[in-house]
């Protein structure tokens, strides 16, 4: 893919969407990062709806310590995982306490150190908390970035550099989530919906998919 198509997609996205950010509800980087840590394997909205219940209770590194794997497991029984990320959000709370001051830090080294947290973790972390132009690729944009030839890559660090290398400063901070939505709304896993992709003319998937039968 040329670098023109590549800025008309980016153009295209920005258009439908000049503001995108997280599904995800949060209002402090704390916050966004307990969620994005429980949000692996599971959505967002099953994410959202156990911590409108915890955060309200505990919503800091001391609070939500306090709480102990236990209470923190009570609010998170609905997140596949949950024992796992109870231990790893207690685990990160006391890091943060004794070695961070109780702030999260914004440096990718010191958020990889968290248990439960690894490059893709961060790199959300860092970008929709901090404002880093880095791009956190998931299933989806994986997906995106392969199936419309935008940043082709045989991993998710392979299409991680290509983004990096491929999309137009102007468009690096905001990459992340045009291309997250429109794998989770638009070029779907099991079946594009190329019928109505405000990008189709721009992508090289090949065949496009007909709009389902009425």
Same mark, same amino acid.
Request: charged content about 20%; glycine content about 6%; overall charge neutral.
């Given at each position: 893919?040329?670098?023109?198509?590549? %800025?008309?997609? $980016?153009?295209?996205?920005?258009?439908?969407? *000049?503001?995108?950010?997280?599904?995800?509800?949060?209002?402090? +980087?704390?916050?966004?990062?307990?969620?994005?840590?429980?949000?692996?394997?599971?959505?967002?909205?099953?994410?959202? /709806?156990?911590?409108?219940?915890?955060? +309200?209770?505990?919503?800091?590194?001391? !609070?939500?310590?306090? @709480?102990?794997?236990?209470?923190?497991?009570?609010?998170?029984? !609905?997140?596949?995982?949950?024992?796992?990320?109870?231990?790893?959000?207690?685990? &990160? #709370?006391? =890091?943060? @306490?004794?070695?961070?001051?109780?702030?999260? *830090?914004?440096?990718?080294?010191? @958020?990889?150190?968290?248990?439960?947290?690894?490059?893709?973790?961060?790199?959300?972390?860092?970008? &929709?908390?901090?404002?880093?132009?880095?791009?956190?690729?998931?299933?989806? =944009?994986?997906?995106?970035?392969?199936?419309?030839?935008?940043?082709?890559?045989?991993?998710? %660090?392979?299409?991680?550099?290509? @983004?990096? /290398?491929?999309?137009? +400063?102007? $468009?690096?901070?905001?990459?992340?989530?045009?291309?997250?939505?429109?794998?989770?709304?638009?070029? /779907?896993?099991?079946?594009?919906? #190329?019928?109505?992709?405000?990008?189709?003319?721009?992508?090289?998937?090949?065949?496009?998919?007909?709009? *389902?039968?009425?």
């Amino acid at each position: 893919m040329n670098a023109n198509k590549r %800025r008309a997609i $980016f153009e295209t996205l920005q258009e439908l969407n *000049p503001h995108p950010t997280t599904e995800l509800e949060y209002t402090t +980087p704390f916050e966004l990062l307990i969620a994005v840590m429980l949000s692996a394997q599971a959505t967002d909205v099953s994410v959202n /709806k156990a911590m409108r219940k915890m955060f +309200p209770v505990a919503n800091t590194p001391q !609070t939500v310590f306090a @709480l102990g794997e236990d209470g923190v497991a009570g609010y998170i029984r !609905t997140i596949g995982l949950y024992r796992t990320k109870a231990k790893n959000v207690i685990a &990160t #709370c006391r =890091i943060l @306490l004794d070695q961070f001051g109780g702030e999260v *830090p914004d440096d990718r080294e010191a @958020l990889e150190s968290l248990p439960g947290v690894g490059r893709k973790t961060a790199n959300v972390i860092l970008n &929709t908390a901090f404002g880093h132009p880095v791009i956190a690729v998931d299933t989806h =944009i994986f997906r995106v970035a392969n199936r419309t030839g935008l940043a082709p890559g045989k991993d998710v %660090r392979a299409v991680e550099i290509a @983004l990096e /290398k491929f999309t137009p +400063p102007a $468009f690096q901070h905001d990459a992340h989530h045009w291309l997250i939505l429109h794998g989770r709304y638009v070029c /779907k896993a099991r079946r594009p919906e #190329c019928w109505h992709c405000a990008i189709e003319p721009l992508c090289e998937y090949r065949p496009k998919t007909p709009p *389902p039968e009425l």
